[in-house]
């Protein structure tokens, strides 16, 4: 009996799933180390680790059998979101808040009417929420009144999320067992995330290479931020792909969950440009602009009528807390403060991501709408620099999508930012220019020495497999 000679296929295949156990292995340790207050640089170098393992395996990916692939994305993504549910959340605390607003609308209760802190809703408060006693001296915790302090950041304030998100909260709260604190978001994180691989999967059939949704299932943010954070950008994530991809077909049904993407969590909003890649009548961008305002404003109107206060909530003040609004404080808007006056860098965001998404609009492939998404979206990230490692997750998604993985650096020079800068000064800033030089070195590799017209454009909206 002779033995099958081994391919270099099947070889590719075998490192890629070995590479692949090496980052879950990685990730369980990144997710079990509690040291993002107390060991940030420690913690940093586990997030690098991470990296560059999921680098090693997307690149090995390149070369494993095609036949394999989408098989080898799907289970991988599987074990690396799960990672995602080996400890509490680690870095953030915003799905307290999220506990906190499903608990208050199961009660009949607005959750823009009072701050997690409001007296009123004392009766709705529980030890996990809400410790007493000893406990109050952690430093993760905020004190609300004499002996009663919360896991709940902000808690002077008033909720910030739009009702799509709202209305996930309250879902996960009716369906959780009692006293299963945060690990229900945690699960929903880790559905919502593994869903949304074979919908890449499903249009990158079509229209792409299946390997390349391994930028999204593998990729460390997701079960970092999705998963163990729980962060309520996994369903925008989903329901933004889900969209994108129907636009290309049915314009209509792509606007509304599109709408429906922007009422979870309202980033989603710049992929608009996208979405309207080549339109050239009105007719075809009232079909997915109508659809999108019709359930928008569908989702809002019943909160605005049982709310007394603003459904807007604190999205003000946490825009002017984050310096969005005065380049002078933070970290915003980092890049262009090294070449402009603060007082000038607002108005460059504003000129910089119109100018991006008249071209995206009058120049992008309708039959790829997330090519102008990503750059669109990509770009207002380097142009604003935002500090929280979360934010990416849309962008992954559409790096998942479109395959130009350089702009995956956006991602990294995010958990730079959050997690890094805690202990090294401008680390997020010299990360956001890295990423930036990484974007254009990209271009101009898919662009070439060609100067052709028709290569230029492959190369802005470049499909992956297809000749250069």
Wanted: hydrophobic residues 50%.
């Amino acid at each position: 009996m002779t033995r099958r000679p081994t391919t270099p296929t099947s070889r590719a295949t075998v490192v890629t799933a070995a590479l692949v156990a090496a980052l879950v292995t990685a990730l369980v340790l990144t997710v079990r180390k509690d040291a993002y207050l107390t060991d940030p640089a420690g913690l940093s170098w586990l997030y690098a680790v991470c990296w560059v393992l999921f680098a090693a395996a997307a690149w090995s990916l390149r070369r494993a059998s095609a036949r394999h692939a989408a098989a080898l994305v799907l289970l991988g993504g599987i074990a690396v979101a799960a990672t995602g549910l080996v400890a509490a959340p680690r870095t953030s605390t915003d799905s307290f808040r999220y506990a906190w607003d499903g608990r208050v609308q199961a009660a009949g209760i607005s959750p823009y009417d009072h701050a997690p802190a409001d007296a009123a809703l004392a009766p709705y408060r529980d030890g996990w929420l809400f410790p007493t006693g000893h406990e109050c001296g952690k430093p993760d915790l905020t004190a609300v009144s004499r002996g009663v302090c919360t896991r709940i950041n902000r808690p002077g304030v008033h909720t910030i999320y739009p009702p799509a998100g709202e209305l996930y909260f309250l879902l996960v709260h009716a369906v959780s067992p009692d006293g299963v604190r945060h690990k229900a978001l945690q699960v929903g994180g880790a559905v919502l995330a593994v869903a949304t691989t074979p919908v890449l999967l499903r249009i990158l059939r079509r229209r792409g290479d299946p390997r390349t949704a391994a930028y999204w299932a593998w990729c460390p943010a997701v079960p970092l931020e999705a998963v163990n954070n729980a962060h309520v950008d996994g369903l925008a994530v989903l329901l933004s792909v889900t969209a994108l991809g129907l636009t290309v077909r049915h314009r209509a049904r792509g606007g509304a969950l599109l709408g429906l993407a922007t009422a979870a969590k309202l980033l989603p909003a710049v992929l608009i440009p996208g979405a309207l890649s080549g339109v050239r009548r009105v007719r075809d961008a009232a079909a997915v602009l109508l659809p999108a305002a019709a359930v928008l404003a569908a989702l809002y109107t019943p909160y605005v009528l049982l709310s007394h206060s603003s459904v807007l909530g604190y999205l003000g003040g946490y825009a002017d807390e984050e310096g969005y609004q005065d380049a002078s404080t933070g970290d915003r808007y980092a890049l262009l403060r090294l070449l402009l006056p603060d007082s000038c860098a607002l108005p460059a965001v504003i000129a910089g991501l119109l100018a991006v998404s008249l071209y995206v609009i009058r120049r992008g492939d309708p039959r790829r709408p997330w090519s102008g998404a990503l750059l669109v979206t990509g770009t207002a990230f380097l142009l604003t620099t935002p500090g929280y490692s979360w934010y990416a997750l849309l962008l992954v998604a559409l790096v998942a999508l479109d395959g130009r993985w350089e702009w995956l650096g956006v991602a990294v020079a995010g958990a730079a930012a959050y997690v890094t800068g805690r202990t090294v000064a401008d680390a997020g800033t010299v990360m956001y220019a890295v990423a930036a030089l990484a974007v254009v070195c990209g271009w101009l590799l898919r662009v070439g020495v060609s100067r052709d017209l028709p290569r230029l454009r492959r190369a802005m909206f470049f499909l992956p497999g297809e000749p250069r």
